[in-house]
């Protein structure tokens, strides 16, 4: 494989592993907050989560691209705080992977706290212990095959992205050109050979991602009763 | 003494509870109810995991909850412990892990964790992890877990109805056990009365979310026969007698064993378990196994006869028509009821301050645990 492809494929495992803590980060405590609603607006926040699933990423990567420009106003406090462009940079595809890979985090996670329920917890606080202790002790053990699932499809959706990126990323080397991107740009100049060794690899790897996820989520769905 | 004062409602859509009650918490009291009844409703008000009660609770002039005052301390600082109908036992830990939770999370631990696993049978099992035990295993690691925080108050909610009779009555001995030997006020909740006979010092009744009644075990028992002529549509349980009587001798030679009342005797089938002279079994005799006698009965196979006299004669369900009375006859001191037909009655002509005898089989004689 020749060396701007191996930077394509750097750029892109930087990419989505930045995104996949990032999003577990954002994405356990709002998953935890849907879980445990009641309210009535739950499912227009849910609605809004699961929106990147139905949307065109570049419906998603068109908005993004005009809120990142220096005229509007996202944009413009990134450029005062950090002195730098937003647009067409790293930081913007990680930001653009985080929202559009973010109902593949959320919804399992959410569906595991839904499914632990309350009961675990109430018997915790009959322990002593408070609502952190509580999380880290009964419900990450708990729910850590969701956890891994969650991680990995967050992970292998960001590194198949594609619209989202050529709009808000274009296509700078060793910064925003990401795997998906080198394989457009090999058809495009009809390198068919470069452009099979990038599709295959794409597919084996998610294909052994997606695998290894599966095989992960036999011995919880034995044991628990 | 331990006081718990209870002043709350709370409402649900189509459930409302009411409680004014101060409860005297020494030894185990226990909370009677059918289902629906609120009993489970007012344990969790009590450690704090029912968020919409309006009013207050106070234990040991310690304010756990006070709406006006909006105080409401949260669960887990309450010191006080709750196991539960279906264990909610750690998965994820072995038996002797889950009871380190406690342990660990308990401030000023003074207990063993090693005496613990040792009182509640545990110590071959504390390796195991909790999925492969049986429902009466997961109850006394449960039990265990709780002693564990070292609660000021135990709250027990239903700890027996998911098992067979012979782990019931161990559990229940371990009950007993954990509350003389670590002097731990323990708050019962059941739906069978047969289970808090015979381990409990008072009774709280529950009935459609209100209190009808509390006070000593025997007598509030013994209420209940009249509440259940006052409540034709409530039937709470069998009329009975409830004692608590010292243990002449566990076996009299003849496959009986003989308890003391006063000058006379109660006989029932002897007891496996071992008893020590005067220790005070509890037994209870339903109303309908006891007949009266106006003579002291010879030549029957029936071996109890108790002398004594009617106090009183009242139908046994108030305000319908029955054919049959529930009679209070007192002999050496104690209520016996005595459940009989109006013919019966009238054949006899029993009158109030009666001179008569009570007779009933040594099988009659129930106790719960042995």
């Given amino acids: 494989m020749p060396s701007p492809d191996l930077l394509a494929l750097a750029v892109t495992l930087k990419m989505a592993a930045v995104t996949t803590v990032i999003l577990i980060l954002i994405g356990t405590p ?28 570049t419906v998603l990567g068109f908005y993004l691209l005009i ?13 005062q705080a950090t002195g730098q462009q937003l647009a067409f940079s790293f930081s913007a595809i990680v930001i653009g992977s985080v929202l559009y890979s973010l109902p593949f985090v959320v919804q399992p996670l959410q569906k595991a706290f839904e499914q632990l329920g309350d009961s675990l917890l109430e018997a915790g606080a009959m322990l002593g212990a408070g609502p952190i202790d ?52 090999h058809v495009e100049a009809f390198d068919y050979a470069k452009a099979h060794v990038l599709a295959i690899s794409l597919l084996i790897g998610s294909m052994i991602l997606l695998a290894s996820v599966y095989i992960l989520n036999l011995p919880r769905r034995r044991t628990s009763k | 003494m331990t006081i718990l004062s209870l002043d709350f409602s709370l409402n649900y859509k189509t459930f409302t509870f009411t409680i004014n009650q101060e409860l005297d918490l020494t030894g185990i009291t226990g909370v009677f109810g059918h289902s629906g009844s609120g009993k489970s409703t007012l344990l969790r008000a009590i450690a704090g995991l029912e968020k919409n009660i309006t009013g207050s609770i106070i234990f040991n002039e310690k304010t756990l909850t006070n709406t006006t005052k909006n105080t409401c301390q949260k669960p887990e600082h309450r010191n006080i412990s709750l196991v539960f109908q279906d264990s909610r036992l750690f998965e994820h830990l072995t038996v002797r892990d889950n009871l380190k939770y406690a342990a660990k999370r308990c401030v000023n631990s003074q207990l063993s964790l090693t005496d613990i696993l040792i009182l509640t049978e545990l110590d071959m099992l504390a390796d195991a992890n909790v999925f492969d035990l049986s429902s009466g295993q997961k109850q006394r690691v449960a039990l265990a877990r709780a002693i564990l925080t070292e609660p000021k108050l135990l709250l027990l909610d239903e700890p027996l109805s998911a098992l067979d009779q012979a782990s019931k009555a161990k559990l229940l001995c371990l009950i007993v056990k954990v509350q003389q030997l670590l002097n731990l006020p323990i708050l019962y909740v059941s739906h069978s009365l047969d289970e808090l006979q015979q381990v409990c010092d008072n009774l709280l009744i529950l009935s459609q979310g209100e209190v009808i009644n509390y006070g000593n075990i025997h007598h509030t028992i013994h209420q209940l026969n009249f509440l259940s002529a006052h409540l034709p549509n409530e039937r709470l349980t069998h009329q009975q007698t409830s004692l608590s009587l010292p243990i002449a001798s566990a076996d009299n030679g003849q496959g009986l064993t003989v308890l ?44 109890n006869h108790l002398s004594g006299n009617i106090v009183a004669i009242e139908s046994s369900m108030l305000g319908v028509p029955t054919q049959s009375v529930l009679v209070t006859v007192i002999c050496s001191g104690h209520e016996f009821f005595v459940h009989i037909s109006t013919f019966s009655q009238r054949k006899l002509a029993l009158y109030t301050d009666q001179p008569v005898y009570l007779q009933f089989k040594a099988g009659a004689v129930r106790t719960y645990l042995y």
């Fill in chain 1, 30 to 57: 709002l998953a935890w907050f849907l879980a445990k609603m009641t309210s009535r607006f739950k499912v227009i926040i849910e609605a809004i989560v699961a929106l990147p699933l139905v949307l065109p990423p």
């Fill in chain 1, 134 to 185: 509580r999380f880290f002790t009964i419900v990450l053990p708990l729910t850590k095959a969701s956890f891994i699932t969650a991680a990995s499809l967050g992970f292998a959706h960001t590194v198949g992205e594609f619209g989202v990126i050529l709009m808000i990323g274009g296509n700078i080397p060793g910064e925003t050109r990401v795997l998906s991107i080198a394989l457009f740009d």
């Fill in chain 2, 260 to 303: 003391t009342l006063a000058e006379q005797n109660i006989l029932l089938p002897s007891l496996a378990g071992k008893f020590i002279k005067n220790q005070h079994l509890r037994c209870f005799i339903l109303a309908s196994d006891i007949s009266i006698c106006l003579s002291e009965p010879q030549n029957s196979t029936i071996v």
């Fill in chain 1, 67 to 79: 809120a990142f420009s220096p005229q509007h106003l996202p944009g413009q406090i990134w450029q």
